[in-house]
Structures are given as structure tokens and as C-alpha cells.
Nanobody
Framework: QVQTVESGGGLVQAGGSLRLSCAAS????????VGWFRQAPGKEREFVGA????????YYAASVKGRFIISRDNAKNTVYLQMNSLKPEDTAVYYC????????????????????WGQGTQVTVSS
């Protein structure tokens, strides 16, 4: 079972940037695809972006494409979510999720595609 811890959330003004980290405890982390999701109060958890186990493929929700960038450093067992040009509507708790993937370049976009979830980190964007 992969355990992950998100960090890097906080309060930022609109137009600002934050970088979230998702650190895993498992040395087999390079075998896991990772997804980022977010959940605002009163709303369902929604897909933000995903990265394949190798880091060679990424995919983003339309609402963040061009503003958010996912990268991973398997040597450090960490995935990053760089968030730029933040908007008030980006305010949410952000979660990273993982699942074993036998495919090097596959990513996954559904909540039900993932097996393990972190505790989340709050991101608040003020207008």
C-alpha cells in the first residue's frame, strides 16, 4: 500500500502561483501512476491532472490546462503540481492519488481509477 502526503498548499492572491508536492513512502513509487484531484465545499471531487508512472505522459482537465504543470521525480518518490495564474475558482482541497500501473505511459482520470489517496492540502485563492 502506497502512502502519500501532500504539502505546499496555502493562501495566495489571484494570479499567483503555488507548487504542491505529493511525497510517497514506497520505494516502488515508480510503478504507480499519479493523479491530482480537488474538492471544493459542496462540490464533488474533480480531476485536475495525471501523470504516468514514468512521467512521460501528462494530461490535464480543460479548466487548468495551460496553467498547471505536473512533474515527477521518481528518485525522490515525489510528484509535483505547479499551479500558475491561480484563480479564486481554484480554491479547494487538493489530493494526490496513486494506483499501480503496468503501462509506462498510461494515465488515469477517474476517481475510481485510483486505489490510494493522500489526506489533501488546502489551496485558497483570494480575489
Amino acid at each position: 500500500q502506497v502512502q502519500t502526503v501532500e504539502s505546499g498548499g496555502g493562501l495566495v492572491q489571484a494570479g499567483g502561483s503555488l507548487r504542491l508536492s505529493c511525497a510517497a513512502s514506497d520505494r516502488t513509487f515508480s510503478s504507480y501512476a499519479v493523479g491530482w484531484f480537488r474538492q471544493a465545499p459542496g462540490k464533488e471531487r474533480e480531476f485536475v491532472g495525471a501523470v504516468s508512472r514514468s512521467g512521460g505522459t501528462t494530461y490535464y482537465a480543460a479548466s487548468v490546462k495551460g496553467r498547471f504543470i505536473i512533474s515527477r521525480d521518481n528518485a525522490k518518490n515525489t510528484v509535483y503540481l505547479q499551479m500558475n495564474s491561480l484563480k479564486p475558482e481554484d480554491t479547494a482541497v487538493y489530493y494526490c492519488a496513486t494506483r499501480y500501473s503496468e503501462y509506462t505511459l498510461h494515465y488515469f482520470t477517474g476517481v475510481k481509477d485510483y486505489d490510494y489517496w493522500g489526506q489533501g492540502t488546502q489551496v485558497t485563492v483570494s480575489s
